[in-house]
């Protein structure tokens, strides 16, 4: 969230750039002089900060530009879910913003929802916008997002405590159809969209389900916990995200040398490790589902 409040703040309006002292003019010329970068009309950012920002976060940014131009509806669906600061696997190419009038017309950068009162009665404020709630955000997302997409952002707002399993399960099953297995599927044990995609999986495989954040005991005393254990089987599925290797949590060297002595002692305790990564999930999915038969989980 302090992401969306950094971006929301530098994202600015002409009235903004007139309480720090910049006239309408003077915005003008910083734009033509490369200065200022124009995110739509009336709406700038400082160009040297614009260029650090991620895709994500420019995403973030026409958000912005839209709430401070358009403030009338609630950010709803995709739009809602990225304001929340649910990770998402595709950030939507539109600003989706739902009405509780029913005539309300749709604009070049905007998918309007009509006739959504409920969702607008519940709506919360949100670093300056008016969002969706979780349960409202979760179904929409449920039913219009393919259902590991709708995954990864029900297990973000549960493991932020924005919404219960309970609740969470209720709405979707409320609203019924592709909501349905997005709820079965659920969890608030999720560390990262890596560990909910390949929980999708092992659901698609018809896999014995696993025990998530399973705590392990090794003989030097320190205990791990493992991202999916199948203590039956004596076999453990360790989920490596890129960012686990970027710097993050420190030098990558050392991220490697920890988690090769993690591999050893817990291959030392008796257990199977079958190790994934990103790119395996999204790409060679099937190669890990070979290798939980070979280790057993089958």
Known sequence: MNDVAEIYQQVRCLKDLQDI???PSLASTRF??????????????????????????????????????VPSGVL??????????APLLTLPHKVHMSFASASVQHRP??????????????ARLVVGASVAAPGHTLRDVALSLPRVEALVIGDYFLRQGVISV????????EAGGAALAVGQRLSALADSPAETIARDLIYEWNLPLPQEQFEVFTHYG??????FAWPELGVI???????????????????????????????MAGWKVVRTRWK???????TLRQRLWEAGVR
């Open 21 to 23: 002292g910049v006239s």
């Open 32 to 69: 033509r002089s490369g200065d200022y970068t124009k995110i739509k009309q009336g709406i700038y950012v400082e160009t040297s900060i614009w260029n650090q920002w991620s895709t994500r976060q420019r995403c973030l940014a026409h958000h912005a530009a839209h709430i401070k131009t």
């Open 76 to 85: 709803s669906h995709q739009s809602a879910a990225l304001w929340l600061g």
């Open 109 to 122: 950068s905007v998918t309007a929802h009509r006739g959504r009162t409920d969702v607008v009665r519940e």
């Open 166 to 173: 309970a609740s969470a399960r209720a709405a979707l099953a």
């Open 222 to 227: 320190r205990i791990y916990r493992a991202d």
């Open 237 to 267: 599925l360790e989920v490596d995200g890129e960012v686990k290797y970027s710097g993050v949590y420190g030098r990558a060297d050392d991220v490697v040398q920890a988690e090769h002595r993690r591999h050893r002692e817990l291959e």
């Open 280 to 286: 395996e999930l999204m790409s060679h999915p099937a």
